[in-house]
């Protein structure tokens, strides 16, 4: 392989990596912290896929090969915000009888079965995206700043998907480790003591089922942009799958961890092995991907189910007497003498029951 053809490679891993970690931090937020089992998840991907293509290919010709819908010329970064509305758009609606509260296989099936539903369709119906042929030719953007057709501007759009990376990684923590976080975790573990609690599960599930949506679209409008073509070949379920496993091998509900798992399945278990000769028939390096992923996804469930980098708790404490003693004081400053008096004697003797 010649310097040049690793510098492509070696970009265009960066890439999909970058992406494959903005889909999986989507995933983690639905699956590790809200507990959806959402096996339809690569859909949204497609959704801000085909949105970004369609808005950025222009109006269908009778020369241009191929057939879509809506199709017209709009700056990248309106594309991508489109893409970012379509899988936000996508998942209210099917949120609306997915996110009722039942059990999580029957949710899980549903999801399942959605997704299926959905590349089927879009493979019959030709005249929405091309069928399986999908969609081709689609602009490369910051075209005015970098030669589209140098490895300079892969490694300028690989800058760029990194950094809406830190700024989706700076939103993800901030709302995992938020009340409203903190919400999601109480009713992925006991939903029913959480509904007791005052919160509103359904309304949580279809907030986090949204805001994942979202990620995904976003994902799926910086794929179509750096390949320039999408199909269905490229939102199979099994796409869904691998991203599950890299979830739960790097550390459920750990953001950080998250990036690891990524990186040991889509890269190192996907990626790499495209630079391996090829054996035996056409089609087999690919199938013994697969069947490594399945093979993980077991190993991780049965040896280590919470992941390399398992997730961070909440430490009690931190909300508890120790929090209440040092509130104290400034609590009761303006309380006269003999009322602050009892409420250190109450404070005492209660820390005293809980340390028996």
Known sequence: MSFSSLDFYLATVVVIFGVDVLSAWGLNLQYGYAGIPNFSFIVFQAAGAYTAAILTLGPMTATSGQTYVAGTHVPFPVALLAAVAAGAALSAVIGVFAMKRMRADYQAAILLILALIL???IVTDTSLFNGTSGLAN?????GSLVNPSTTGWQ???AALVWAICAVVLFAVQRLSRSSWGRALRAQRDHDAAAAAL????????MQVFVIGGAIAGL?????VFYLQAFNTASWGYEETLAI???????GVANNWGVILGTFLVQIVFVEVPNLLPQFGYIGLVDALEWVVIG???????????????PERRVRAERFGLPALRRALPAATAAAAPGQQG??????????????R
């Open 342 to 355: 009892a409420h250190e004697e109450r404070l005492g003797a209660t820390g005293g029951a809980s340390r």
């Open 219 to 223: 994902s799926g409008g910086l794929l």
């Open 295 to 309: 093979l993980l996804w077991m190993a991780a469930i049965a040896l280590r189910p919470q992941g390399v980098i």
């Open 244 to 250: 599950f496993v890299s979830i739960l091998i790097g």
């Open 138 to 142: 689609v602009s490369r953007p910051l």
């Open 198 to 205: 005052g919160c509103n599960v359904v309304a949580l599930k």
């Open 119 to 121: 590349n089927q369709f």
């Open 155 to 157: 490694w300028a759009y």
